[in-house]
């Protein structure tokens, strides 16, 4: 099986992280390599730009890919989106200069738009029933407006940034974006797809949760029990010969804080919390 990822850019190094810690070790990862093993004999990963692993994927050069949504959508391939990975996540904006008398998507009927994604452009227009020139720019989508290539863009934005300190301002949001696990849907069923989904759904789901260790006065478990939900239940073990109990759990992180001051209210003691590599639910 192929798995595309991208070769470069902001999402190179968060995909090879997640893919290693999802136990899917790519073996020399080298800049410039087009292509890598894994610590899966069946599992080979390409190199490719984030915005070709859409069509790599539906013409079968490979079998999976790693990229943002956007990308999918600029490409208007058919593919199933297996997981959202959660990180590279953005918004495509349509923005205009903020002194400028674009203040509604109408108004950009007969104008001019600017964008790297021509077709994610086009189908917005056309769904609201208005047909403006597309200019397509291949970066530096934020100049445009301010040289008279174009009334407005549409671009990403995460932190807001960049529109700000180009004086531009968003007219409507065009679409949510992050980087997500695609598939052609003639694959999805295939095992060897289905393992990789599932080993990278456990990083994901270990993320946010942490794992935690305590010792319990046995005549306080009950109410220990209360304030530990983990994942159907805690783990109890005797602790030989004394009036202990050992209590394991998996908590939501943003819990952790409340759940420690409640236990150490109930008498536990020798608490430990540690990150949770990989959590298969
Ligand atoms: N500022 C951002 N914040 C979050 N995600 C982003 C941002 N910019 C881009 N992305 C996401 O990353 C994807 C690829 O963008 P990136 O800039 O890494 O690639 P690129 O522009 O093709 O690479 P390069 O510019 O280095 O050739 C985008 O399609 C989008 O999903
Ligand atoms: O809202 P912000 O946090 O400012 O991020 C938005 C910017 O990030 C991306 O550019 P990138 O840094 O990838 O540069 P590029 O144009 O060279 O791809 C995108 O094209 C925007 O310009
Ligand atoms: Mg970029």
Redesign the pocket.
């Known amino acids: 099986m192929r798995i595309a990822v991208p070769n470069?850019?902001?999402?190179h190094d968060p995909t090879i992280d997640v893919l290693e810690r999802a136990g899917l070790h790519v073996a020399d990862g080298a800049d410039r390599k087009l292509y890598a093993e894994t610590v899966d004999p069946e599992v080979t990963v390409l190199f490719v730009?984030?915005?070709d692993i859409p069509e790599y994927v539906a013409d079968g050069a490979a079998d999976v890919g790693i990229t943002?949504l956007?990308?999918v959508h600029e490409a208007g391939v058919d593919l199933h989106d297996l997981l959202d990975l959660g990180y590279?996540?953005?918004r495509l904006v349509l923005a205009a200069p903020e002194k400028s008398a674009v203040e509604s998507v109408d108004d950009l009927a007969g104008g001019t738009v600017a964008t790297e994604f021509p077709n994610v452009a086009r189908n917005f227009f056309a769904e609201r029933g208005i047909d403006p020139d597309i200019v397509e720019v291949s970066g530096a989508t934020e100049l445009t407006p301010h040289v008279d290539v174009a009334d407005a863009i549409i671009d990403?934005t995460?932190t807001g940034t960049t529109l700000a300190v180009n004086n531009l301002a968003i007219v409507e949001e065009v679409l949510q974006?992050s980087?997500r696990l695609v598939a052609r849907p003639d694959v999805v069923d295939d095992p060897k797809v289905e393992e990789v989904a599932t080993a990278l759904a456990s990083v994901i789901s270990a993320d946010d949760k942490r794992y935690l260790m305590m010792n319990v006065p046995t005549d306080r478990l009950d109410d220990v029990r209360e304030v530990i939900p983990g994942l159907g239940g805690p783990t109890v073990m005797d602790i030989a010969g004394e009036d202990w109990v050992a209590v394991h759990a998996v908590v939501d992180e943003d819990d952790v804080f409340a759940t420690i001051n409640d236990v150490k209210g109930m008498g536990a003691s020798d608490v430990l919390v540690t990150e949770i590599e990989r959590l298969v639910e």
């Open positions: 470069k850019g902001r999402l730009r984030a915005a943002g956007d990308q590279g996540s953005c990403i995460s974006s980087v």
